[in-house]
């Protein structure tokens, strides 16, 4: 039965994607909030109960406790993000099938997405996208299955769905727009085949429209809750972390934000959206789409000024699949097409992780230069605290200072000296200084100040390295 084929597939991908990206991951952190899900996942640090994407550390608890056997501290967070997206990459090729394309086209179409390089990149390293792609491509073939002729019962499914996004992502609110032009293509193509069933009346598509954003409404709340905030609205919230983090635009941005993560699925998307909203019928669904799930999010990230190599687009990702299957090409072009794209996914993942910040490198370092010592300083957000590797070691992270002691540079380089000084009374403590190979280095006054400080307090024998440069440090 083609179902039962269909489910089968998607199983099949779901594994065997799963299973090569968790063996395939990188060793390299991504980002300090790689380094901060590490830290929670090893209990190095307390996880913070106002954590913005609530379903991940909720989820990353679950599988820890159902993990079991001999296995490193970080296999269940490398397990989340493989098969996480996995799971992603097997709901997109079972929505590019109830959306009409062939068995063989979808296939492929899966096996696109699972090659292009924000795919590939964020299937293998510590983050939050993996688990919130899951979700949104979920919520679209739960929108796709929805039973439309039943149009108000269809529309609360699919809210719910879409509610369930915010749980893992804030940049759920951008998706809206796109569920309800997917809903009415959805709707459309379903008249188009049934007789008596016709697309959405203008009172539909508002009131559909309406429904999903209370969907978000409802998503925005339970996320409140499960952050001990309350159940209800908190716009201030989203507003604040948006504006913290906001960067000016850089040129860079383009390629590192789009071109790059995007790959071949760049000039193929555009390709596919012109041709579909010149055109009529299924092929105007596909293509207005494609531009309303990505439109909004473009801007956004071009706005914010941080393109996270392409993570922000992941949430509307399952329609790369639906794309390359429905593009109308020969079955052999589109193998090559998702050939190419395979080697260009892997190849950018590798070049990232080969480049530094190699977390065994790191331990092997402290291992080779503690000489007895017991006491780790650093200034790094891109790595986890040694302490879940060696259990003996302290490591004092001041990128964790509140704002308001860094913004006290004096004080805060007394109190770090203080520390520094218990330290070398028990032995050479090691200060490690990835932090001055960062290209946008922060707190560039406090740090200078405590370099300058601990020259004139210690005795330092430096360390190079091309990742992970270290003073060891002994008392005069």
Known sequence: MPVLRDLATALALTVALGAIWFLAFQGRIYGNDGAMLADWAAGSVPVAASYHNPLFVRTEAFVSSVWSGERDVWDPLRGMSAFAM???????????????????????????????????????????????????????????????????VAAALSAVALGCTYLSHQAAPALGPGFVVLATWRRAQLASRHEGLKPFTPVEFLGVGAI????????????????????????GFVGDKVTFWKRPFGAWMIWEGFVQPLALALPLGLWVTFKGLRGGGEC?????????????????????????????????????????????????????????????????????????????????????????????????????????????????????????????????????????????????VLFERSYRLRPHLPFT??????????????DVEELPDDSWPMWRLRAK
């Open 284 to 428: 105007r669904g596909l293509g207005a789409s494609f531009l309303v799930f990505f439109a909004p999010l473009v801007a956004f990230v071009l706005w914010w000024g941080i393109p996270e190599r392409g993570g922000y687009l992941l949430g509307p990702a399952f329609l790369l699949a639906v794309m390359l299957a429905r593009s109308g090409f020969d079955k052999r072009v589109l193998a090559g097409i998702v050939a190419l794209q395979i080697v260009v996914g892997a190849g950018e993942t590798r070049r990232f992780d080969v480049q530094g910040f190699q977390l065994e490198d790191r331990t092997k370092r402290f291992e080779q230069h503690l000489d007895g010592g017991r006491y780790v300083l650093s200034f790094n957000d891109n790595a986890p605290s040694i302490a879940a590797r060696l259990d003996e070691v302290l490591e004092l992270q001041l990128v964790r200072s509140a704002p308001e002691e860094l913004a006290d540079t004096e004080r805060w380089v007394e109190r770090t000296i203080a520390a520094l000084a218990y330290g070398t009374s028990l032995g050479p």
């Open 212 to 235: 999903l954003l209370a969907g978000l409404l409802l998503g925005h709340a339970t996320n409140g809750w499960l952050r001990g905030d309350g159940f209800g609205l908190d716009l």
């Open 445 to 458: 006054e406090q740090i200078d100040a405590l370099e300058a400080a601990i020259r004139e307090r210690f």
């Open 86 to 152: 996995a799971i992603g990459i097997g709901a997109a090729f079972l929505t590019a099938r109830r959306l009409g394309a062939a068995f063989g086209s979808a296939l492929l179409g899966a096996l696109f997405l699972a090659g292009t390089p924000m795919v590939t990149f964020f299937a293998t390293c510590f983050e939050v996208h993996g688990l919130h792609f899951a979700i949104c491509a979920l919520a679209a073939l739960i929108t796709v299955l929805a039973p439309w002729r039943l149009t108000w």
